[in-house]
């Protein structure tokens, strides 16, 4: 399996309730929670889903191992309560999401999300028309500086955006050797980070809208869940996270949810050593009652 999935058997601990139930995983990635899953609780069913054209390609491994008991649906999961309802499905006993960007989608220079890639592209979903390119070299100095504050938490978002401003001066910013080379101009490494590393987060949650996406699996998801049916949603950075966090507080106060991890869980030092993507990996999980 070429993806590391991040915390598995936390997943499984907090996801799984009905052992013989119907699942969703909104992130099928490189199949690695979906795969551990099926292997572990072997009556379940797994409705997979991504928007990722490669994602398909690696699934095709995964249904010949788990023949007849996993469904992939290339989608992205805001869509979530449509497109089940396309396959006649109403109702499911867990929703599980792993936020954020795959290990191939990152080594992956064509798709432009990482700081070693040739374009500046981004986009989760081919079919997306809007490029990081794009709002490089054709927004506003101020949308610029907004999307950098709002989506990266970057405290140099108007210095960045003024120098961004100035380069496409003498010509279009096409690569993300070209990018770093601006925000290097106007703000030192923080120690090994990379100083354009918020920069890079902030289009990529722009262009692909993460975190509307997120929003709309979340306002959807109390539909769909059985009573007893449980949600888990693993965030690597702070507004994925506030947003579960605060969208579980909102339905347990209304008696939709009982929230299972009162702390936020994480990862253990074992597994940070074998993946250090699962430092910042968070956890959340809320059962939905029978309201």
């Not at 490669?54 to 805001?78: C, L, M, P, S, Y």
């Not at 795959?102 to 700081?115: H, L, W």
């Not at 507004?239 to 008696?255: T, Y």
Request: positive net charge; proline residues 3%.
């Amino acid at each position: 399996m070429y993806h590391i999935s991040v915390m598995p058997s936390e997943s499984a601990q907090y996801l799984i309730n009905n052992p013989s139930g119907l699942y969703v995983d909104c992130t099928f990635g490189g199949g690695g929670h979906t795969s551990y899953l099926l292997d572990k609780f072997k009556d379940i069913r797994i409705v997979a889903f991504d928007w990722d054209k490669d994602a398909f390609d690696r699934f095709k491994e995964t249904e010949k191992e788990f023949a007849g008991r996993v469904t992939f649906i290339r989608d992205n999961f805001k869509n979530i309560l449509p497109a089940l309802e396309n396959i006649n499905i109403g109702k499911v006993d867990g929703i599980l999401a792993d936020i954020g960007v795959s290990s191939k989608q990152f080594d992956d220079a064509e798709r432009g999300f990482s700081f070693n890639s040739g374009i500046l592209d981004m986009r989760m979903d081919d079919r997306n028309p809007l490029t990081a390119k794009e709002v490089v070299n054709s927004y506003g100095e101020n949308e610029l500086a907004d999307i950098f504050y709002k989506y990266g938490e970057e405290r140099f978002s108007r210095q960045i955006s003024a120098a961004i401003s100035a380069r496409r001066k003498r010509g279009i910013i096409n690569t993300a050797r070209e990018l770093q080379d601006v925000v290097r101009s106007v703000k030192r490494p923080e120690g090994k980070i990379n100083p354009a590393t918020k920069v890079f987060q902030a289009l990529r949650i722009f262009v692909n809208a993460e975190l509307d996406n997120l929003e709309k699996l979340l306002a959807g998801a109390p539909k769909l869940l059985n009573p007893g049916g449980r949600i888990a949603i693993i965030s690597f950075h702070s507004l994925e996270d506030r947003i579960v966090k605060v969208n579980f507080k909102a339905n347990e106060s209304e008696g939709v949810y009982k929230i299972l991890t009162k702390k936020v869980v994480t990862a253990n030092s074992s597994e940070i050593q074998m993946n250090a993507r699962s430092r910042s990996a968070k956890l959340r999980a809320a059962e939905k009652t029978d309201v």
